[in-house]
């Protein structure tokens, strides 16, 4: 058991939301009881979500994709209503962290994709950005084949099948890594002379723009490749808290 102040400032000072440009409020969301007990986790906010997370009794929920966005509504339509709804009947809290979890160093979506694809060393992606939200990782000696990296991206992503387009070179030595919506680093990735760019969830012209640029480039799924940052940061919650860390997976094909 903990107080969710506690529990709210630790993760404050291990993510140190303040550093990133974002487009939703990272931290606490949606104040409940103050002691915590048992915490669940989960990718996306949604009302399934909070219902199996009652069922398990949790006291507060800790997600990737909070509730509130800069450019949603500012009024409540009826889902977004009974989403809250059931945290307010419930005194649940919500806590959300989202870029801020992203680009952490150690629990963060990338750098854990990163060490899942077999990576030997990593640093920020792109280069150009400063906190950079992305991977870079270099494999080992002459590199990994293509079929390996896939077999390895459906293995960090739980079994799901990569979107792959192998237009690159025959090995594989560096790797450009944005979970989610990241599509638009593939350019990045090119132009720091990456062999391979990996995220969640592709755009038409991909495509084209990996295989003319000679990069291999995957599409893991966006839910997916951003169930592992939240994961392992409930674990960590539990091991320094002493509370009960339950994972809910609500599968999204997206």
Not at 18 to 29: A, E, K
Not at 70 to 81: E, I, M, S, W
Request: hydrophobic share 45%.
């Amino acid at each position: 058991m903990t107080d969710l102040n506690e529990l709210v400032g630790y993760l404050d000072e291990l993510l140190e939301p303040s550093r990133f440009s974002d487009y939703c409020p990272n931290g606490l969301q949606v104040p409940g009881r103050r002691e915590v007990r048992t915490l669940v986790t989960g990718v996306s906010a949604g009302a399934e979500l909070f219902e199996r997370a009652a069922e398990h009794g949790a006291d507060a929920i800790l997600v990737h994709h909070g509730l509130f966005w800069t450019a949603a509504p500012l009024a409540l339509d009826r889902p977004a209503a009974r989403r809250l709804k059931l945290l307010l009947d419930r005194d649940c809290s919500l806590i959300a962290h989202h870029v801020p979890l992203d680009g952490h160093p150690e629990v963060g979506n990338n750098a854990l994709l990163a060490a899942a694809l077999g990576c030997e060393s990593r640093r920020p992606f792109p280069a150009s950005e400063s906190p950079a939200i992305g991977v870079a990782g270099i494999f080992a000696g002459d590199g990994i084949e293509p079929g390996v990296l896939i077999d390895r991206a459906r293995a960090a992503v739980g079994g799901r099948q990569p979107l792959a387009f192998t237009d690159g070179p025959a090995r594989i030595r560096s790797i450009g890594i944005v979970s989610g919506g990241g599509s638009s680093y593939l350019g990045a990735a090119i132009s720091e002379g990456l062999d391979a760019f990996l995220t969640g969830e592709p755009v038409e012209r991909v495509m084209l723009q990996a295989r003319e640029s000679g990069v291999h480039f995957l599409a893991a799924g966006h839910y997916a490749t951003e169930t592992l940052g939240v994961r392992r940061l409930g674990d960590l919650l539990a091991e320094r808290f002493g509370v009960e860390h339950v994972f809910l997976d609500v599968p999204n094909p997206i």
